[in-house]
């Protein structure tokens, strides 16, 4: 039985100001599913033999439009189940037609995303994300618009309230580079078409400056690893550093969250918090021997930066960032006591193990695997075709 749609004045309910509501109504195979319009008319304005607004109805052609898209609505699911050859009810096409995806703001998005982040644990990724948030904020004093409303001339507004602030140009390029992302994910999720995306001409790329260098020479490391102190306190970043280098740039945080259980077959195995990204590193026996100097069996952890009295997030993050603001105050003292041209850090570790691959002739691409990058989108599909003899060749390069 082919269903029905049409809009009918509902007689037998009758509102507080004795209108009468306008109901769509479906029916199909002999049963009939209603749903309000939200609307409601006097029954002297309302025709109830052709169903539709008298000629003297006040608003007679907003009832009308609205009456009009909505029955558009439901015949268009219609005409899509059908062609798809799947049945449906009456009661369950009101159901499909009135859940259908209602249009959210930027702020929806950016909320949305900040609890994913935090539910996800990655916390260094959501701080930089409410930092845009904030600062959207600021500069547009509210978010309840839509995505189609951040068009180009919104986007150099925002970027000359950023620039009259002072912020350096890569700072900048990062706010713009998360909110590209934010909006690329509103198009993922059919939020906002993507003929109104604004950077195909609003170029984020051209917000970039570069930056002082951040790699060290292959002999520069091995001055750092070889040094010698008094100072016993030094050793430990000194370890780190090198722990870094060893292991494909290993970041801080990832060190700090290690365990036994990321060891496996001779291999270091851990998701990197940043990316989400799954990495699989041989061990280098140097990497070995720090993990059993620093192994404690009273700790589940590899090195001694979290305990088991670190038990909620915040307390993990805290603790992690105090440890690596003291290894890097301690790591600069080692570079100037050597001379070593930069700042020493442990950031420093790891841009050098790939300067010293990519001197090595190692492929782009897997310095990227191993070191976890997720902003190669396209390199990133293909990465995991890798096999390990490619990784571990790799890795004899930082020897």
Not at 48 to 64: L, R, T
Not at 111 to 129: A, F, P
Not at 300 to 321: C, G, M, W
Request: charged residues 25%; hydrophobic residues 35%; positive net charge.
């Amino acid at each position: 039985m082919n269903a029905t749609v049409n809009v009918v004045c509902y007689r037998w309910k009758t509102l507080s100001n004795g209108e009468h509501p306008l109901m769509i109504r479906v029916c199909k195979d002999g049963k009939k599913k209603y749903q309000s319009l939200g609307i409601s008319v006097n029954p002297v304005h309302w025709d109830f033999k052709k169903n539709k607004p008298k000629a003297n109805c006040p608003n007679k052609e907003y009832i009308s439009k609205i009456i009009s898209d909505k029955t558009n609505e439901f015949t268009g699911q219609i005409v899509q189940l059908k062609s798809e050859r799947k049945d449906f009810t009456a009661n369950s096409l009101v159901d499909k037609t009135s859940k259908k995806v209602q249009p959210k703001t930027i702020g929806d998005v950016f909320l949305e995303q900040l609890q994913r982040l935090t539910d996800e644990n990655r916390r260094g990724y959501m701080l930089s994300t409410k930092q845009v948030y904030n600062s959207l904020i600021e500069f547009n004093k509210h978010l309840n618009i839509y995505f189609s409303d951040m068009d180009v001339a919104w986007l150099r507004r925002y970027e000359t309230h950023l620039r009259k602030k002072g912020l350096a140009e890569n700072t900048i390029g990062i706010r713009f580079r998360t909110l590209r992302a934010i909006y690329n994910l509103a198009i993922e999720e059919n939020i906002v078409k993507a003929e109104h995306y604004p950077f195909n001409t609003f170029k984020v790329s051209k917000l970039h400056k570069e930056t002082a260098k951040r790699a060290i020479t292959k002999e520069d490391v091995s001055r750092i690893l070889e040094y010698q102190s008094t100072n016993k306190y030094l050793k430990f970043p000194i370890d780190l550093f090198a722990f870094t280098y060893y292991v494909g740039g290993i970041n801080f945080v990832d060190i700090a969250y290690l365990t036994k259980e990321n060891l496996i077959d001779g291999r270091l195995i851990y998701t990197r918090r940043k990316t989400g990204k799954l990495i699989k590193i041989p061990l280098q026996p140097q990497a070995m021997e720090l993990i059993e100097k620093y192994g404690n069996k009273n700790n589940s952890y590899l090195f001694p930066i979290l305990s088991d009295f670190h038990k909620t997030e915040q307390q993990r993050a805290n603790r992690v960032h105090k440890v690596i603001t003291k290894v890097n105050q301690r790591l600069k003292e080692v570079g100037k006591a050597l001379d070593i041209p930069i700042d020493l850090t442990t950031y420093v570790a790891r841009h050098s193990q790939a300067t010293v691959m990519k001197k090595a002739g190692v492929s782009t691409s897997i310095i990227r695997e191993l070191m976890g990058h997720s902003s190669e989108r396209v390199t990133q599909i293909y990465l995991d075709s890798f096999d390990n003899e490619q990784i571990d060749a790799a890795m004899k390069n930082l020897l």
